[in-house]
C-alpha cells in the first residue's frame, strides 16, 4: 500500500513563497515521475510541473520561473518551491506519481491528497 502526503500549503500575500511536499509513504522504494496539477476556483486542473527520475524537469508557461520541483531521493520526497507567487496561482494543488514498490520493479500510480494554496493581493 502506497500513499502519498502532501503539506505545506497556506495563505501568504503576493509576492510571498510557499513550499509544497509530496512524500510517499508504505510500499514505496523510489519514485519514478512525480507531476504537480492544479485546479482553481472555476479553473480545470492543469499540470505545472514535473520531474523524472532522470532528472528531467518541465514546467508550464505560467509558473516556469517562478516554480521549482525537486527532490529528496532518500525520503522519497518532491517538493515544489514556489516564488513571486500571484493571486492567480490560487489553487488546491496536487501530487501525482509513480512509484516503485518491490525489488522486480512492479510500480504504484496516484494521487495526494491535495493542499490548499491562497495567494493574497
Known amino acids: 500500500q502506497v500513499q502519498l502526503v502532501e503539506s505545506g500549503g497556506g495563505l501568504v500575500q503576493a509576492g510571498g513563497s510557499l513550499r509544497l511536499s509530496c512524500a510517499a509513504s508504505g510500499s514505496s522504494l523510489s519514485v519514478n515521475r512525480m507531476e504537480w496539477y492544479r485546479q482553481g476556483p472555476g479553473k480545470q486542473q492543469e499540470l505545472v510541473a514535473s520531474?523524472?527520475?532522470?532528472?528531467?524537469?518541465n514546467y508550464s508557461d505560467a509558473v516556469k520561473g517562478r516554480f521549482t520541483v525537486s527532490w529528496n531521493n532518500a525520503k522519497n520526497t518532491v517538493y515544489l518551491q514556489m516564488n513571486s507567487l500571484k493571486p492567480e496561482d490560487t489553487a488546491v494543488y496536487s501530487c501525482w506519481a509513480q512509484v516503485v514498490t518491490d525489488v522486480y520493479g512492479s510500480t504504484w500510480s496516484g494521487w495526494g491528497q491535495g493542499t490548499q494554496v491562497t495567494v493574497s493581493s
Open positions: 520531474i523524472a527520475r532522470d532528472g528531467r524537469r
